[in-house]
């Protein structure tokens, strides 16, 4: 074969793999909320075998910065192929919500600081602030999806990645009735109010050792206060791996076996 049928098939192959992946992710449905004049596009996994007289658990998945804008597209790049395998949903059948945040928002109110190159260098979380339009527009979402009678309010999971990670510290911090279990994955969050889910969401919090984009002493505030909580939480911090920890994660074996375990009283 010479080179050049070698790189026209490599090409064929890579075109026909992108498109087998858009494919697979079309299962998820294209969504948009509307709330006070902003739009919140997502992407919606029914449950497999779907049965109208049944409800069904609801995991809520938030992206990271990168993945922010408006193609309703993007913030599958990271988990989406996750939730489609069939070992996952022909065991544990659910709604998977994947919300994409606008361009330039945040998951969770943040004050920060950044250097000369304008990178952030420190941030702080204060609960007292206003939630991001987003944020705000997915807590009326999940109101109005709770109200539907589809959704086992028991079992309301959520978990994210990176600013996907910071949102989902604050939403627990802030909502702690509605979550059933939570697995923030390289987040961080205002460790000070742990104390308002602690007892009530239990959490498996993730983080690479050598992340270079939000520090692993983020991750490491939480488990120590946890600790010293006494409450239900796991915390696994991945040696050498840097901020794409949920590379790992998305292949943890007992994740789902764990996160489903888990229902309201």
Same mark, same amino acid.
């Given at each position: 074969m010479n080179y050049l049928r070698y790189v026209l098939l490599c090409c064929c192959l890579l075109a026909t793999s992108l498109w087998s992946h858009a494919q697979d992710l079309d299962a998820f449905s294209y969504e948009t909320y509307y709330h006070h004049g902003d739009t919140l596009r997502y992407r919606l996994l029914m449950p497999a075998n779907y049965d109208i007289h049944k409800k069904y658990p609801l995991v809520v998945f938030l992206h990271g910065a990168g993945e922010r804008g408006y193609d309703n597209n993007a913030q599958l790049l990271h988990g989406g192929t996750m939730f489609l395998r069939d070992s996952l949903r022909n065991k544990y059948p659910a709604f998977v919500l994947v919300p994409q945040c606008p361009t330039g928002s945040w998951w969770a109110p943040m004050d920060y600081k950044?250097?000369? !190159? @304008?990178?952030?260098?420190?941030?702080?979380?204060?609960?007292?602030?206003?939630?991001?339009?987003?944020?705000?527009?997915?807590? !009326?979402?999940?109101?109005?999806?709770?109200?539907?009678?589809?959704?086992?309010?028991?079992?309301?999971?959520?978990? @994210?990645?990176?600013?996907?990670?910071?949102?989902?510290?604050?939403?627990i911090t802030k909502r702690p009735e509605l979550f059933a279990a939570a697995f923030p994955i390289c987040g961080a969050g205002n460790v000070d109010e742990a104390g308002r889910f602690a007892g009530k969401v239990p959490v498996w919090i993730f983080h690479g050792g050598a992340d270079g984009v939000v520090p692993v002493e983020a991750s490491r505030a939480y488990d120590e206060k946890l600790k010293s909580l006494k409450a239900e939480y796991k915390y696994t911090e991945y040696p050498g791996v840097g901020h794409n920890s949920w590379d790992n994660v998305f292949v943890e074996p007992d994740l789902f076996r764990w996160l489903f375990s888990h229902k309201k009283k």
């Open positions: 950044r250097d000369a !190159t @304008g990178k952030i260098t420190a941030a702080t979380f204060p609960l007292d602030a206003p939630a991001p339009p987003a944020t705000a527009a997915l807590n !009326t979402l999940l109101d109005s999806l709770l109200g539907t009678g589809k959704i086992d309010k028991k079992r309301v999971y959520i978990g @994210g990645l990176s600013m996907g990670g910071m949102g989902t510290f604050y939403l």
